[in-house]
């Protein structure tokens, strides 16, 4: 079962240009969680959101969770070369014992 | 910054072989989890854990996989007799409570069965 569909899988754009990743899914969640996942290497925190409606901002970076607690996104504003990597969401729902749930990932592409 | 470390970085066993894989959470977390990831797939939860005692498991988490808080400071993932299919990079993820809290990972273990 998909829990969390993230779209688009993969985006690749200029660097200054700005995007949108999106998270959504049919399910509540308690929390949600983004994470930066370099080749090789574990998933790096980002944010973690809790509150329907919260917007969270990293630098260029803004979060907001979806006033139902559905979904998600993360907007990069003036991209950098430095932002290229592979963003996740996960959420974790509010019956279980810490089990995040990860979408398949955004995998962003920042060319000069 | 505190981080959670995983040892070892590459383990390469024989199908059948039992391995066991270690984790130091960051040192005042109490919550420990394991994920794995597949080559190409989604990371997939495998366990929770606290205070010594087994939170939740996935569907995953069969009669041949183990976890243990052998001491204060380690975690461990132990698989008793590997199949093919478990190849996969293996995460450890700490976090000072089960809601609201986010999860730190580790940088994983990649296990390769021969």
């Known amino acids: 079962t998909q829990l969390l569909e993230q779209s688009p899988q993969f985006l690749s754009i200029q660097e200054g240009e700005n995007l949108t990743v999106y998270c959504n899914s049919s399910s509540v969640f308690s929390s949600l969680q983004w994470y930066r996942q370099e080749p090789g290497e574990g998933p790096v925190l980002l944010v973690t959101v809790v509150t329907g409606g919260e917007v969270k901002k990293l630098k260029r970076l803004t979060f907001q969770f979806g006033d139902a607690r559905k979904d998600s996104s993360l907007h990069i504003t003036a991209a950098q070369t430095g932002d290229t990597g592979l963003y996740l969401c996960a959420g974790a729902l509010s019956d279980s014992w810490g089990k995040l749930q990860f979408g398949a990932g955004t995998q962003v592409v920042v060319t000069p | 910054e505190p981080e959670v470390t995983q040892t070892p970085s590459h383990q390469v066993t024989q199908m059948g072989q039992e391995v066991i894989l270690r984790c130091v959470p960051i040192s005042n977390h109490l919550y420990f989890y394991w994920y794995r990831q597949i080559l190409g797939q989604k990371v997939e939860f495998l366990v929770s854990?606290?205070?010594?005692?087994?939170?939740?498991k996935s569907e995953i988490f069969d009669d041949q996989f183990s976890v243990e808080r052998p001491d204060g400071s380690n975690f461990t993932l132990k698989i008793r007799s590997t199949k093919l299919e478990d190849s996969a990079m293996y995460f450890c993820a700490s976090s000072a409570s089960f809601s609201n809290q986010p999860q730190h990972f580790g940088d994983g273990t990649r296990l390769s069965i021969l």
């Open positions: 854990f606290y205070n010594n005692e087994i939170s939740e």
